[in-house]
């Protein structure tokens, strides 16, 4: 199945219109933790969050950016 990861702020969006095939939940979950965690290394993308949605429009996890931070330090 295809899955979205878009970007949120308070003020804006960026919509991830390509997106990618996952087998399954699990892994789109892993990748958007990860994915989150590589994007907390910039600060401009602290307080946003990664919301990704399935080809039927369906949310399957929102990840705030700043979570992947703390969650990640001790990695």
Request: glycine fraction near 6%; include cysteine.
């Amino acid at each position: 199945m295809r899955y979205y990861f878009h970007l949120e702020s308070e003020t804006n969006i960026h919509l991830d219109h390509r997106g990618r095939e996952f087998a399954d939940a699990g892994g789109v979950k892993s990748y958007a933790v990860a994915m989150a965690r590589e994007l907390a290394r910039e600060d401009k993308w602290l307080g946003w969050k990664l919301r990704v949605i399935d080809a039927h429009n369906t949310e399957v996890i929102c990840v705030p950016i700043v979570d992947a931070v703390l969650s990640g330090s001790s990695s």
